[in-house]
């Protein structure tokens, strides 16, 4: 140690308030003031300042774009050469790093003295927990923002990063509830040796293993993400002060915490495992405690929680929906005579409040059992899903016939059911009789049941029924501001189905109106992540596919939080990733997330479903540009053959089938049957688009292709003319440039 790093060690000669001060000034006289330019950038102002470096506000001053930067200085008195190799190790670990769920580097340079600095994404945003505050969350809210930050731990650990200082001010949250974590300037890579590396680290958060001075690892993070889901669920512990905070590492204790009475008991034995002084007796990695995090939210049960009868019988439920759905069943024969009874022996006042009393209970009780049985959140055999669906609903006409708003209610949810099964016609229908059965205008149930039946018309291919109806309902609660929730769920179900008729300005309008109420509001991760993809198609009909596929990671990463990374709607998100990762020309990655996409869906629906379909036709894109010409049309042949059985022939995803299937016939020099089906593709995409569609557009340009290949250079000529007027000034991806170009020099006008 030099002499001077003895005078800046605690406890040393420059310890204390006046020592500090000096420091300070003389620090702060060496750092860039407000107006000052680093590289293309203007400092504006300082917003955090550690004991190795500050950070500021900065923006571009160079007049190329506007942006805006967090622009991490190192400070002259701490410009030792260990630190300077910390400071560069940092921005080297940045820029090796990207996910949506981590801050990345933008640039990164130094000054003609030598001093380092780099620019990173500016977050416009609060601490983890300070945002939870502001915004009222609730426990789900709050577990699912850790779930973000465990998946940016989970991809740096697949990097053989570990990060070493996750706490809540280390974690920013934005608008959009948008978790992205910050300051990896301790990080270290499994199985470093680096002393300096090993020890940094902020001593309250610290694990047991750092306290005592021994390399951190991947049960590090695992310890300290333990602690923030504690914070957050507000649980208190023993602090831990600098000077006992290695004594603490030896001594062996587990800590213990003070638990708010509403914290349940499976989310303080997460916290507690993951916290255990001993690492091995710890969730073995972050994917372990994330599970755990995720099932609780899917109301499952939770390994680190320990198990008993009263747990098991408490999941029998989710775990046996078959059988609750019997016990539902018998419910509604027994609430005929029940009700019989009751009308018998109560006056009139009586009957009213038993029945209101009974309509409550019975309802959510009905509810519940058949929200189980949906088999994209919980394991249930599709089959068996909808032959219980279809006894519950014969059962609803003969029992639940007097109780109007316990019958709309449990005909929407087996609404919701038929939709995620995928039978669209179905959901349909009971959406629209759930309306009947309780027709109140301008109520949340009434909207809520309106968004159903819009998402129901979009899935069977009716997008201007869709817009039509959500509109219609989004302008009957205009004046009502009780109703965030069932005007995200509009907004969502009119986004979806404008962006699928090409009304690409109405779908971006209501998504960037839908991301704006979710901020505001609660429990929106899930319609957040349906805005963000909402804007991801937008931005890959207009050809940008670079933004598509930041949007749609984005959107991934919130509905997996949300709803579980197993989830069917988290598994179709990365079939459609899959196909934008072939708009960047990432053809490996596209085919690892198709694969992924139909092996989720397979597991969840056993059978055929219009999911399953649209995944198979995206691996057998993937498959084709790949080189991989057998599979492709194994994939493709079996895609289209189930979406004309769970759709129809004339459904716009049936199609997208036809049209790579087509391609892939092409490919191989088969054109008898890829015109055919070109052809069909046509006429589909004219009849549910919009003139103008970019799909129209595309259809037109693959069937030109393909007449020109047979000599048929007029019509090719006349088709390729038609794409160029649709498509106008948008940019296209490579293979479809790719035709047009070919287009011009093989069937060109003589």
């Known amino acids: 140690m030099t002499r001077f790093d003895d005078l800046l060690r605690t406890g040393g000669a420059l310890a204390g308030r006046v020592g500090s001060a000096a420091l300070d000034a003389i620090a702060s006289a060496h750092a860039p003031q407000p107006g000052d330019t680093l590289g293309p950038y203007r400092i504006v102002r300082e917003v955090g300042r550690g004991g190795m470096a500050v950070v500021f506000l900065a923006e571009r001053a160079d007049g190329q774009f506007n942006q805006q930067v967090a622009l991490k200085w190192i400070l002259a008195l701490a410009a030792s050469p260990a630190t300077r190799e910390l400071f560069r190790g940092e921005r080297q670990i940045l820029a090796d790093l990207s996910h949506p769920n981590i801050a990345r580097l933008i640039d990164g340079g130094e000054t003609v003295d030598g001093q380092l600095w780099f620019a990173m994404q500016w977050i416009d945003g609060d601490a983890m927990l300070d945002w939870c505050r502001s915004h009222g969350t609730d426990l789900r809210h709050r577990v699912q923002l850790l779930l973000q930050v465990a998946a940016a731990l989970r991809f740096a650990h697949a990097r053989a990063l570990v990060h070493c200082d996750i706490k809540s001010s280390n974690i920013l949250v934005d608008a959009e509830g948008l978790a992205h974590l910050l300051d990896f300037g301790v990080a270290r890579l499994t199985g470093s040796r680096d002393s300096g ?56 204790q ?12 499976e989310l303080r034995a997460i916290v507690s495992r993951a916290t255990r002084h001993s690492a091995d007796q710890r969730h073995a990695s972050v994917a ?118 316990v019958r709309a209610a449990v005909l929407a949810t087996l609404a919701e059911v038929n939709q995620s099964l995928g039978d669209y016609a179905s959901a349909e229908r009971l959406a629209r009789d759930s309306l009947a059965s309780d027709p109140n205008p301008g109520t949340r149930e009434w909207a809520t049941r309106q968004a159903l039946l819009a998402q129901a018309l979009t899935g069977r291919g009716d997008y201007d029924g869709a817009v039509e109806v959500s509109s219609a309902a989004l302008d009957a609660i205009a004046a009502n501001t009780d109703l965030d929730e069932a005007r995200t769920r509009l907004l969502a179900a009119r986004a979806n189905a404008a962006q699928l008729k090409g009304d690409l300005d109405l779908a971006l309008g209501s998504a960037q109106e839908l991301l704006r109420t979710v901020a505001a509001g609660r429990d929106g991760d899930e319609l957040a992540a349906m805005a963000r993809l909402t804007l991801a198609y937008v931005a890959e009909q207009r050809g940008d596919f670079a933004t598509a596929l930041a949007d749609a990671e984005r959107a991934r990463t919130t509905l997996a939080a949300a709803l579980g990374a197993e989830h069917a709607r988290v598994a179709a998100l990365d079939a459609y990733r899959a196909y934008l990762l072939l708009g960047v020309d990432r053809h490996a990655d596209a085919e690892r997330a198709a694969d992924a996409a139909v092996a989720g869906l397979s597991r969840v629906y056993g059978g055929e479903h219009a999911r399953l379909s649209y995944a198979l036709t995206n691996q057998a894109l993937a498959r084709l540009r790949n080189g991989k010409s057998a599979s492709a049309r194994e994939s493709g042949e079996r895609a289209l053959a189930m979406c004309r059985r769970v759709l129809s022939a004339d459904h716009a995803q049936c199609a997208v089938s036809a049209q790579v299937l087509a391609t892939i016939a092409e490919a191989s020099g088969d054109h008898a049957t890829a015109l055919p089906l070109l052809r069909d593709v046509l006429r589909v995409r004219k009849a549910t688009l919009r003139p103008d569609h970019a799909y129209i557009g595309y259809a037109q340009v693959s069937l030109a292709s393909a007449l020109c290949s047979i000599g048929d250079a007029a019509a090719a000529r006349g088709h390729a003319a038609e794409a160029v007027r649709v498509l106008g000034s948008r940019t296209i991806d490579a293979v479809t440039q790719g035709k047009l170009d070919d287009l011009m020099q093989r069937c060109a006008a003589p």
Not at 254 to 265: C, I, Y
């Open 288 to 405: 372990a405690l994330a599970d755990d995090a995720s099932a609780w939210l899917a109301r499952r049960p939770v390994r680190a929680y320990r198990i008993g009868f009263a747990y098991q019988a408490r999941c029998f439920v989710r775990r046996n929906p078959a059988l609750s759905i019997v016990s539902a069943l018998s419910l509604l024969a027994m609430l005929g005579l029940t009700a019989a009874f009751a009308v018998r022996l109560a006056d009139q006042r009586d009957q009213a409040r038993a029945a209101a009393a009974r309509a409550e209970a019975v309802s959510g009780f009905l509810v519940r059992m058949f929200r189980d049985v949906d088999p994209a959140a919980n394991r249930v055999a599709a089959d068996a899903a909808r032959g219980l669906v279809q006894r519950g609903e014969a059962a609803l006409a003969d029992q639940l016939g007097d109780i109007p708003d």
């Open 197 to 252: 590396m090993a020890t940094g680290h902020t001593p309250a958060v610290a694990s047991p293993e750092q306290r005592a001075g021994l390399a951190a690892g991947i049960a590090s993070d695992v310890y300290q993400l333990g602690l923030l889901l504690g914070e957050l669920l507000g649980a208190t512990t023993h602090a831990v002060a600098a000077d006992e905070a290695g004594a603490l590492g030896l001594r062996g």
């Open 254 to 265: 587990d800590r213990t915490f003070v638990w708010p009475e509403e914290v349940p008991p």
